[in-house]
Nanobody, 122 residues
Framework: QVQLVESGGGLVQAGGSLRLSCAAS????????IYWFRQAPGKEREFVAA????????DYSDSVKGRFTISRDNAKNTMYLQMNSLKPEDTAVYYC???????????????WGQGTQVTVSS
């Protein structure tokens, strides 16, 4: 079982940047696609971005496309979410999760992190 720990959240003004990290324990980290989700107060959890196990394939929600960049360093067992041009509507708790089983980014979700708070002030 892979354990995930997010970090890098905080308070930033609109237009600013943050880089979230998702550190994984376990030698099999490189076998998993990694997803980022977020959940704002009173809203459902929503997909943000994903990256395949090799890093060759990425996907983004329309709301973050062009502003966020997902990447991974399998040698460091860490995945990153670079967030630029942040908006107040990006305010949420951000979670990373593993996924494996179907193609480069499909299958069942496995481990989830505890989340990191991102707050964007206007």
């Amino acid at each position: 079982q892979v354990q995930l720990v997010e970090s890098g959240g905080g308070l930033v003004q609109a237009g600013g940047s943050l880089r979230l990290s998702c550190a994984a324990s376990g030698r099999t980290f490189s076998m998993y696609a990694i997803y980022w989700f977020r959940q704002a107060p009173g809203k459902e959890r929503e997909f943000v971005a994903a990256i395949s196990w090799s890093g060759a394939t990425t996907d983004y929600s329309d709301s973050v496309k062009g502003r966020f960049t997902i990447s991974r360093d399998n040698a460091k067992n860490t995945m990153y979410l670079q967030m630029n041009s942040l908006k107040p509507e990006d305010t949420a708790v951000y979670y990373c999760a593993t996924r494996k089983g179907v193609g480069p980014m499909g299958g069942d979700f496995g481990s989830w992190g505890q989340g990191t708070q991102v707050t964007v002030s206007s």
